[in-house]
């Protein structure tokens, strides 16, 4: 007899490297798991934060205050004003005697200089507007809302302490005193926020807004669109469908494909050297801007281009020659509307991509602070994300959630362009 | 305005032109289009072609050469005493009447002034001129190329010789961004060694390049070393890499070996967002959420951690590039041809076992190819670190520290209003330069080795 309870057998020892071989397994899978756990939830920790940040950003705390439209604070005349003297009058007297009517107790010029700052510097704007529109208001005394300050604002949506000397609160005991009397009368409510959809940019908080940086991202994406389209298209049908197999279309095709992985700020040095300093273009000009972006999305739209030109069968362009077409007639009667949803999904793609492009318009001078909102593509503009970039920048607390207002926008124009790109695959995708 | 008056008139002429060749290659052929040579609309085409494009050639010129001309005749024009100035003076001067000219601004001189109006008189005189000889121009080839119009006339072949010019000509324009970008960078950079050499610029340490506006001024030399731009933008590259390259690779494993189809149709498309997301965002959250956490962490535990560590812009850098990795690995790691696994399988080896032993070996060029790729990427981010990096030019290794990268110099740089001739706004062009060449040497290689691989298998 052997004695085999001293002598592990082989296949014991097996099974127990088996169990070592089984649990290195469960903990490779584990691994790849926890690594792609980690990065989306550093994508969900980003959207979270931008939404967390933002989402207070639409709506706008506003005080109601009986302002009295009285003729001589306002400085025109009682009966028949013109609209010019309308335009220029005296509004922001008005809204600080309404104010301290509201406050008949405050006295002192440093104090009631307090109780005025309650209210947005740029209320008198929104009560020219009411007035300009409605002249016969005139020496009437009428409740209306006003854009409260950016400080005040804050402070009502708890994004700083409303404790006196909280950190970030700019706010002094007497102004929040005033505020919480403000509330307590159900003077003080939070109403859509308006103006950041409607205005430019601004150095006021409470009166910055996007609609200057998506006019000038619309005319700088149309730029990039009507240069990069033809273009792109053009070039994917010679490379596709007519270049001969040399050098020079080795060239261009080795050329094309570095032009994709060139850091895009050397695109803006590019447009700083030929558009601007070269050619004289305007700076900080959606013509510019848009030539630029061109630049780097076109290799985007060839390579897509191409790739749907391949899929197209050849038996179509030998059917279409076949029966007498040239080959140019092919291309346009047969591969190019067969292959346009391809084309399309990536010329959308590459517009989406250029809409988030923010560096090479840095360079072009696109980061000038413009309140006007561009009427031209040679106007000076901001871009969605160059806005977000110059909001990002700006120290009061109220910016921070204005930036985060504004990833949303552009996040939602990124993803209403993607989900476009998807529909039109998914509707006309073909499979020969 | 004019100029978009003129265009529509062109445009309107030229569609009249294709209206009346099309009927004369009717009328020529007395209606019946099977006697024709090429279908009636390639005659249309052919009158356009004809009424347009001469018209085109000569507005795009004068487009091109306005502001030369202008400047010259404006210069010509200058009292003597203004001509007298230096040159950059002068350029100033010139500046300032064109913003007179075009967009009503004061004019600080007189004689400005009367620039100013002789300028807008050329100008105008000069545009009544050129729309005078298109339209001219327009009419005559219109007329001529109607004459010519006749049954046997080979109309579709010189349209299609016409197209495949401008298919031609298209198909060039990837060669000249390329000569672009490499003849701006280059230009520029020489003037900039002009001033600041060579070797001082890649070999020196030291990084200020605030220079002085006056010759009394304190630190008036700016000193132009890039090394701690070069360093700095290695180590927020590494440790891009370091956070990319395990997620990206094991997330692709895992999608590719693993997942059930289901999963990935989900899983796929959501990392993928990752790379869709603007790096002016991720910048912003680095900035706001990412290194004041770093810092925090880093008071607990008792560290010093700057506020604007290369840490945090790495990190985040790093999280941007995951899909690049894990997308590029994928490619590859689905390339493997599936005998070499059955094959692992067959001698007994479990599926993480065949993994890492067959399958990753088999796609290792491939990876480090995307490996190289997205490291090109990461040297060349600009928005993150231009909001989460320091300005500072450190030299240090130490993660914890700010430091400034090649990409956050070239936005300092050029971003405000610096006189253009400047060795600090010329020294952005060199970095651009050495940027361009370093991503460039990268892609190619990566490319090469890439393709390589996949000839492989194929």
Redesign the interface.
């Known amino acids: 007899m052997v004695e085999r309870t001293a002598v592990i057998s082989p296949t014991q020892a097996a099974a127990g490297r088996l169990k070592q071989?089984?649990a290195?397994?469960r903990r490779?899978?584990a691994?790849?798991?926890?690594?792609?756990a980690?990065?989306?939830g550093?994508?969900a920790?980003?959207l979270v934060?931008?939404l967390g940040?933002g989402l207070t950003a639409f709506v706008q705390t506003n005080v109601r205050l009986d302002v009295t439209l009285d003729a001589e604070t306002l400085g025109v005349d009682a009966v028949n004003p013109s609209a010019d003297a309308l335009g220029a009058a005296n509004y922001g007297q008005v809204i600080k005697n309404a104010m301290y009517k509201a406050f008949p107790a405050v006295e002192g010029r440093a104090e009631r200089r307090q109780l005025a700052a309650l209210v947005s510097s740029g209320a008198d704007v929104s009560l020219r507007k009411v007035l300009v529109a409605n002249p016969g208001l005139l020496g009437t005394t009428q409740s209306i809302w006003l854009t409260a300050d950016d400080d005040v604002d804050m402070a009502m949506k708890g994004h700083v302490s409303r404790q006196a000397g909280a950190e970030g609160n700019r706010l002094t005991d007497n102004q929040l005193a005033w505020l919480d009397q403000l509330e307590q009368r159900g003077d003080v409510a939070k109403k859509f926020n308006t103006a950041l959809f409607t205005t430019g940019d601004s150095r006021e908080p409470e009166q910055a807004g996007l609609w200057g940086a998506v006019v000038g991202s619309f005319f700088s994406l149309s730029i990039t669109l009507l240069v990069c389209f033809?273009?792109g298209v053009?070039?994917s049908?010679?490379?596709e469908e007519?270049?001969p197999k040399n050098r020079w279309t080795d060239?261009?095709e080795v050329?094309?494909?570095?032009?994709a992985?060139?850091?895009?700020?050397?695109?803006g040095?590019?447009g700083?050297?030929?558009f601007l300093?070269f050619?004289?273009f305007p700076r900080s000009a959606p013509l510019v801007g848009g030539l630029v972006l061109a630049?780097i999305s076109?290799?985007t739209i060839?390579i897509a281009g191409r790739a749907a030109m391949k899929a197209v069968p050849p038996s179509i362009r030998e059917a279409a020659l076949g029966l007498g077409a040239?080959k140019?007639q092919m291309v346009t009667d047969h591969v190019l509307p067969l292959s346009m949803p391809g084309i399309l999904t990536g010329t959308i793609l590459g517009m989406?991509?250029a809409?988030?492009?923010?560096?090479p318009l840095?360079?072009i001078g696109m980061?000038a602070f413009i309140v006007d909102i561009p009427a031209s593509p040679l106007d000076p503009s901001a871009v969605l994300?160059?806005q977000?970039?110059l909001w990002?920048?700006s120290p009061e607390r109220a910016f921070?959630e204005r930036?985060?207002a504004a990833?949303m926008v552009?996040?939602f124009f990124?993803a209403m362009m993607?989900v476009a790109a998807i529909l039109l695959r998914k509707k006309f995708e073909r499979r020969w | 305005m004019q100029l978009l008056t003129l265009m529509v008139v062109l445009l309107l002429l030229t569609m009249f032109g294709y209206r009346l060749g099309r009927s004369r290659a009717l009328a020529s052929a007395s209606g019946n289009p099977r006697l024709l040579h090429s279908l009636p609309s390639y005659h249309g085409y052919y009158v356009a072609l004809w009424c347009g494009l001469p018209a085109v050639f000569i507005l795009a010129a004068w487009l091109?050469l306005e502001?030369s001309i202008l400047h010259g005749m404006i210069m010509a024009s200058l009292p003597a005493d203004l001509q007298g100035l230096s040159e950059e003076r002068l350029a100033l001067v010139y500046n300032e009447v064109r913003n007179v000219a075009r967009y009503g601004h004061v004019p600080s001189l007189p004689a400005v002034g009367d620039a100013a109006q002789h300028y807008n008189n050329i100008r105008t005189t000069m545009f009544f001129s050129v729309a005078a000889a298109s339209l001219a121009l327009a009419v005559a080839a219109l007329a001529y190329a109607h004459r010519r119009i006749h049954a046997d006339l080979r109309a579709?072949n010189r349209v299609?010789a016409a197209?495949?010019v401008?298919?031609?000509a298209?198909?060039?324009?990837?060669?000249f961004?390329?000569i672009?970008?490499v003849m701006?960078?280059l230009?520029?950079s020489l003037r900039f060694f002009q001033s600041v050499s060579l070797f001082d610029f890649l070999f020196g340490v030291q990084w200020s390049p605030q220079m002085a506006i006056r010759s009394d001024q304190v630190g008036s030399s700016g000193a132009f070393g890039a090394v701690p731009l070069f360093a700095g933008t290695l180590l927020i590259s590494g440790i891009a890499m370091l956070v990319a390259v395990?997620?990206?690779l094991?997330?692709a494993?895992?999608?590719s070996e693993?997942a059930a189809p289901k999963f990935r149709a989900v899983?796929k498309p959501?990392?993928e967002?990752?790379a869709?997301?603007?790096?002016?965002?991720?910048?912003?959250?680095a900035?706001?959420?990412v290194a004041p956490f770093i810092r925090d962490v880093g008071h607990q535990v008792g560290l010093t951690v700057a506020s604007e560590s290369a840490l945090a812009a790495g990190l985040v850098m790093g999280?941007m590039i995951?899909p690049f990795v894990?997308s590029l690995s994928d490619d590859v790691i689905n390339a493997v041809p599936q005998s070499l696994r059955e094959g692992a399988y067959g001698l007994g080896a479990?599926?993480?076992?065949t993994?890492?032993q067959v399958v990753i070996p088999a796609a290792l060029p491939g990876i480090v190819g995307g490996v190289l790729?997205a490291a090109?990427?990461a040297?060349?981010?600009?928005?993150i670190v231009?909001?989460a990096a320091g300005l500072a030019a450190n030299l240090t290794a130490n993660p914890l520290e700010a430091v400034t990268t090649v990409?956050t110099q070239?936005?300092t740089l050029?971003?405000g209003d610096q006189e253009?001739d400047s060795p600090k706004t010329l020294a952005?062009?060199a970095l651009?330069l050495v940027?361009?060449t370093v991503?460039?040497a990268l892609?190619?290689v990566a490319?090469h080795i890439v393709n390589k691989y996949r000839e492989k298998y194929d």
Do not use: Q, W
């Not at chain 1, 809409?355 to 560096?359: P, R």
């Not at chain 2, 869709?276 to 959250?285: L, R």
């Open positions: 071989r089984y290195a397994e490779f899978k691994l790849g798991i926890s690594a792609i980690l990065a989306l550093f994508l920790m980003l934060t931008i940040n033809p273009l053009a070039t049908v010679y490379l007519f270049a060239l261009i050329n094309i494909n570095n032009l992985a060139v850091p895009s700020v050397v695109f040095l590019l700083l050297a030929i300093n050619f004289g630049l076109l290799p060839i040239s140019l989406a991509h809409l988030g492009e923010t560096a840095l360079m980061v994300p160059v977000v970039y990002a920048d921070v930036t985060s990833i552009l996040l990124l993607n | 091109a502001p579709r299609e197209v495949k401008f298919l031609v298209a198909s060039t324009m990837a060669i961004t390329t672009g970008i701006s960078l230009f520029e395990p997620l990206g094991l997330s494993i895992y999608m693993y899983v959501l990392l967002v990752l869709g997301i603007p790096t002016v965002v991720y910048g912003f959250f900035a706001l959420t999280i995951i894990s479990t599926k993480s076992e993994i890492r790729l090109s990427r040297i060349g981010e600009t928005m231009v909001m990409t070239i936005v050029l971003v253009f952005a062009f651009g940027l361009f991503t460039l892609n190619v490319l």
